[in-house]
């Protein structure tokens, strides 16, 4: 395994095993929140999609990590896989924050991670193998690279039903910005 998914890896689920016992601190210190970042807490426009509230939440991001990550670093340099994942989740926060300026109710948010790395990493590795045949779990889940961008843009949009389009306005970002930002 490479160091950078390895290091992301013990990051996420270091930090995440922290934000689920300490009481919502370090979380809360993280997360996306539009008016603080306005307030220059700069650092959560890079922090948010990395912890996770649930030590179950961060395990499976573990595994995305892991899976789709992992997959990448093998056709690129760790920076260009760093960069990308770091040009998508600044994006999408500061587009979440512009937005917040007009919409006030996405201002109240306090977002963590969520779907946003699961769907930026799949939508990436989809771009970048078109063809290969992404395996998840072991095998139970197959799909043609080609068809990952559709199925993440597919489970966003669901997420967008079951619980508002303001709650899934940063992973909404985060796909769109997935799609169009130069791999």
Same mark, same amino acid.
């Given at each position: 395994?490479?160091?950078?998914?390895?290091?992301?890896?013990?990051?996420?689920?270091?930090?995440?095993?922290?934000?689920?016992?300490?009481?919502?601190?370090?979380?809360?210190?993280?997360?996306?929140?539009?008016?603080?970042?306005?307030?220059?807490?700069?650092?959560?426009?890079?922090?948010?999609?990395?912890?996770?509230?649930?030590?179950?939440?961060?395990?499976?991001?573990?595994?995305?990590?892991?899976?789709?990550?992992?997959?990448?670093?093998?056709?690129?340099?760790?920076?260009?896989?760093?960069?990308?994942?770091?040009?998508?989740?600044?994006?999408?926060? !500061?587009?979440?924050? &512009?937005?917040?300026?007009? #919409?006030?109710?996405?201002? *109240? /948010?306090?977002?963590? $991670?969520?779907?946003? +790395?699961?769907?930026?990493?799949?939508?990436?590795?989809?771009?970048?193998?078109?063809?290969?045949?992404?395996?998840?779990?072991?095998?139970?889940?197959?799909?043609?690279?080609?068809?990952?961008?559709?199925?993440?843009?597919?489970?966003? !949009?669901?997420?967008? &039903?079951?619980?508002?389009? #303001?709650?899934?306005?940063? *992973? /909404?970002?985060?796909? $769109?910005?997935?799609? +169009?930002?130069?791999?």
């Amino acid at each position: 395994m490479n160091k950078l998914v390895g290091g992301w890896i013990v990051a996420t689920v270091a930090l995440s095993i922290v934000a689920s016992v300490d009481g919502g601190h370090l979380a809360s210190s993280l997360a996306l929140a539009p008016p603080k970042i306005w307030h220059g807490e700069l650092w959560r426009l890079v922090t948010w999609p990395f912890v996770e509230r649930s030590i179950s939440s961060a395990l499976i991001k573990a595994y995305v990590i892991y899976q789709f990550a992992g997959a990448l670093v093998a056709a690129w340099p760790a920076r260009k896989l760093a960069s990308f994942v770091a040009t998508v989740a600044v994006l999408s926060a !500061l587009a979440t924050c &512009v937005i917040a300026l007009v #919409v006030p109710s996405v201002g *109240e /948010l306090e977002r963590l $991670g969520g779907w946003t +790395v699961t769907a930026l990493l799949l939508i990436a590795t989809s771009r970048q193998s078109p063809d290969r045949e992404l395996v998840w779990f072991g095998g139970p889940f197959r799909l043609k690279g080609k068809h990952g961008v559709l199925l993440a843009l597919a489970l966003t !949009l669901l997420l967008v &039903v079951l619980v508002g389009p #303001v709650h899934v306005l940063p *992973e /909404l970002c985060a796909c $769109g910005f997935a799609i +169009v930002v130069p791999i």
